[in-house]
Each structure stands twice: as C-alpha cells, then as structure tokens.
T-cell receptor
Framework: EDKVVQSPLSLVVHEGDTVTLNCSYE??????LLWYKQEKKAPTFLFMLTSSGIEKKSGRLSSILDKKELFSILNITATQTGDSAVYLCAVNVTPSNTGKLIFGQGTTLQVKP | DAGVIQSPRHEVTEMGQEVTLRCKPI?????LFWYRQTMMRGLELLIY????????DSGMPEDRFSAKMPNASFSTLKIQPSEPRDSAVYFC???????????????FGEGSRLTVL
C-alpha cells in the first residue's frame, strides 16, 4: 500500500527559529512530491519536486528531495507567526499523469512570538 | 478568477439523512478530486475524475458514498444514509492535467464541513 509519513506531527518554535519538516514515502509509482501549506481552510501549493538533489526555494522556505532514500525535507528559516499552519506532504503516485496525490498526516507548526 | 467553489460550507445533519456536497471546479481544468480530511486519517482521496469520467473510486468508503460529474463545471458527492463517522471536512480540488505535463498542483476549494449527529 502506498504510504507517506511526515514527522514530527507537531512542532512549537519561537519566531526567528529555523525548522525542518520531514517526509518519507513508500510508493509503487513515484512521479513527484509536493508540499502544501494549510492554514484554517484549503491547502495551498508550495513546491513540487521531481528530481533528487535540486533545491526549490521560495523566500524563507526551501525543499529538497532524495529519491534514493525516499524522503524530502522542507526548511523554514527565520520563522514568523504567519508560518503557523499544517504542512502537508503529498506524493503523485500515478504514471498515467492523472494527478492522483497521496497525502501524509501533516506537521502542525506553531510559531510563538 | 474564481477558484474552486464548494457548497455548503457547513452542514449539520442527523444520522440517516442524505447529504449532497457540491463543487464547481476552476474553468478549464480537466481533473476533479474529492478528498476527506479528519484528524485521525488526514487527507484521503475518495474519487477523482478526468474529463468528467471517474478514473479511480477506490477511496470511496462504501456504497453509501457516490459521486457524479455530469459536466465539466459541476460535481456532487452524495452520502446516503449518513452516519456520525462521516463527519469530516470534504474538499474538492481541480487541476489541469496535460499529456506529458503534470505539475501535480491541485487547487483546493475551501471545503464543506459535515457534522452528522
């Protein structure tokens, strides 16, 4: 069975700290790995990763994929209270390009002032 | 440009009642997904459609759940009869999937929070 596991499940830090969120996966047909941020409502897209070792970066957020070890990390530097959210990792598991995503449980990040 | 639109935003019903959730995907998108989110199980894919055709409904919990997509701009998820364990947030998402090109990015609606008493 395809599986995506995130750790930690929850994390509390103070503003200015750097955090690393982990995502490991076991799937039969890997196509890509995606990170989403979910605040009160709908998940919003952060990154998509398809190749090992290539860092994706957006402001204070960055992510990298290791397809040999089957994991990805999401880094947030100089955290702010606005970074408080659930961070979801998902794997696109179909080779037939239909966009089916399997999600992990999510990591709940709370950034305290 | 309007995003994915879901209705109702909140629904409280009693066990045994029929529940219908609605979704309007982003215009031009050709794939539509129904997800359910609970604290215990996270986001689970229930069913998805490509060009209005159901591709994979293996995530639909049981026969009480059904989904339709009669045209490119509308989909429903129906639960009949509803049970307390169906209480969750149901998300609809859409995407444009092109042959050979797939960003994997889904655009989510704001969800329908269902409470079955």
């Amino acid at each position: 069975e395809d599986k995506v596991v995130q750790s930690p499940l929850s994390l509390v830090v103070h503003e200015g700290d750097t955090v690393t969120l982990n995502c490991s996966y076991e799937v039969t047909n890997f196509r890509s790995l995606l990170w989403y941020k979910q605040e009160k409502k709908a998940p919003t897209f952060l990154f998509m990763l398809t190749s090992s070792g290539i860092e994706k970066k957006s402001g204070r957020l960055s992510s990298i994929l290791d397809k040999k070890e089957l994991f990805s990390i999401l880094n947030i530097t100089a955290t702010q209270t606005g970074d408080s959210a659930v961070y979801l990792c998902a794997v696109n598991v179909t080779p037939s390009n239909t966009g089916k995503l399997i999600f992990g449980q999510g990591t709940t990040l709370q950034v305290k002032p | 440009d309007a995003g994915v639109i879901q209705s109702p935003r909140h629904e409280v019903t009693e066990m045994g009642q029929e529940v219908t959730l609605r979704c309007k995907p982003i215009s031009g998108h050709n794939s539509l997904f129904w997800y359910r989110q609970t604290m215990m199980r996270g986001l689970e894919l229930l069913i998805y459609f490509n060009n209005n055709v159901p591709i994979d409904d293996s995530g639909m919990p049981e026969d009480r759940f059904s989904a339709k997509m009669p045209n490119a701009s509308f989909s429903t998820l129906k639960i009949q009869p509803s049970e307390p364990r169906d209480s969750a947030v149901y998300f609809c998402a859409s995407s444009l999937i092109l042959t050979g090109q797939n960003t994997g990015e889904l655009f989510f609606g704001e969800g329908s929070r269902l409470t079955v008493l």
